[in-house]
């Protein structure tokens, strides 16, 4: 039986200057079922990660691996089982609903949700919807805010944007809406932007116009991005690195050319191999295919959480969860297959070996 985590503490450590935003130990548990049939969801386990300012971090994992509930923790709509928050250095945010530091939190770390529909208030204006935030956090004088919507409005490409302001989500493409949600979010004038798998419901057409959006962006306004997808190829353009996510477990965490080009963890090279590679710049060497389904995080392994599908686990990735391993510049990995130096710790290829007998 899991013991409970100690209760959360939101920033304690001190992080570079140059670090927007800092995540460590972060965990998030729920319980589901009736009473007396309770059962406890493990969906993020122990999650350390880092944001630089201008940086884009790539989230990638498949459906119910934890991404979603990463952003929402992090934006404090749920509140953390354990673990620390920081944004830009800032002393622990308390959570109680009226707190002015968990209000500026949450004006510093601003979301742009996967639907760009369900998102907007259907009854309100896109003066409405993009002002609010400007209303909410006092950013602009009231006489001021007809002005600064229109600024945004420009900024996300919707112009000429007076013809924008009294139009209806109903009377938008699902392009110019998600715009509508880039602009609404940088209203707050944040340090951080979470993208939760922004173009996934848009038309393949749209998509690349959005993620072109939100680089622009990142540069124009030195914004950090964290960038949520299942899709690796789409991280590969988005990001300058990339964090491999699987039943609420950090797996791989390396510069995107290199979780790309040279993964390491097997479940990383699975995701690469479904990934497109229209230019054939990455080989595809992996010659396995994952077992089973993804685990029940009511019952997870006491080890690696991948090991129950992986053709290549060892018994020692049953036992206990693999320490992290530095395999490169800046890029780890927590897998038994490699050792302390980051070399391979076993004599057979990684891309072709099987279960020790």
């Not at 790539?58 to 953390?80: A, I, Q």
């Amino acid at each position: 039986m899991v013991s409970a985590p100690e209760p959360a503490v939101l920033g304690v450590a001190e992080i570079p200057e140059s670090t927007v935003l800092e995540v460590h130990g972060l965990t998030k548990h729920y319980t589901v079922g009736r009473w007396g049939r309770q059962k406890t969801v493990h969906a993020l386990s122990n999650i350390d990660l880092s944001v630089k300012k201008g940086e884009v971090l790539g989230l990638v994992g498949e459906s119910g691996s934890g991404k979603t509930t990463f952003v929402r923790t992090v934006l404090l709509l749920d509140r953390p089982t354990a673990g620390t928050i920081q944004v830009n250095g800032q002393e622990p945010v308390p959570m109680r609903p009226r707190s002015r530091r968990l209000r500026e939190h949450r004006r510093q770390v601003q979301m742009i949700f996967q639907d760009p529909y369900s998102s907007l208030d259907p009854l309100h204006t896109v003066r409405y919807s993009v002002g609010r935030p400007l209303r909410a956090f006092e950013i602009v004088p009231r006489h001021e805010q007809k002005a600064a919507i229109e600024e945004l409005l420009v900024q996300v490409g919707l112009v000429p944007a007076g013809d924008f302001l009294r139009r209806y989500p109903h009377q938008l493409s699902g392009g110019q809406r998600q715009r509508v949600g880039v602009a609404r979010a940088l209203a707050a004038h944040p340090s951080v932007l979470l993208a939760d798998e922004p173009t996934s419901m848009l038309d393949v057409s749209i998509r690349l116009s959005i993620m072109n959006l939100l680089l622009e962006l990142r540069s124009s306004e030195s914004l950090s991005l964290v960038f949520v997808t299942h899709d690796l190829a789409g991280a590969y353009y988005m990001s300058d690195r990339i964090a491999i996510m699987y039943a609420g477990h950090l797996l791989e965490v390396g510069p995107a050319s290199e979780v790309m080009g040279n993964p390491r963890h097997p479940y990383t090279q699975l995701l690469r191999e479904a990934a497109p590679d229209p230019e054939g710049d990455f080989g595809r060497e992996t010659q396995f295919e994952a077992r089973g389904d993804p685990p029940d995080l009511t019952a997870l392994p006491s080890g690696c959480p991948f090991a129950p599908r992986c053709p290549l686990a060892r018994r020692e990735c049953e036992v206990a969860l693999p320490e992290w391993r530095e395999v490169g510049p800046e890029h780890r990995v927590r897998c038994v297959l490699y050792g302390a130096g980051g070399t391979p710790a076993i004599g057979q290829s990684l891309t072709h070996g099987g279960r020790d007998a």
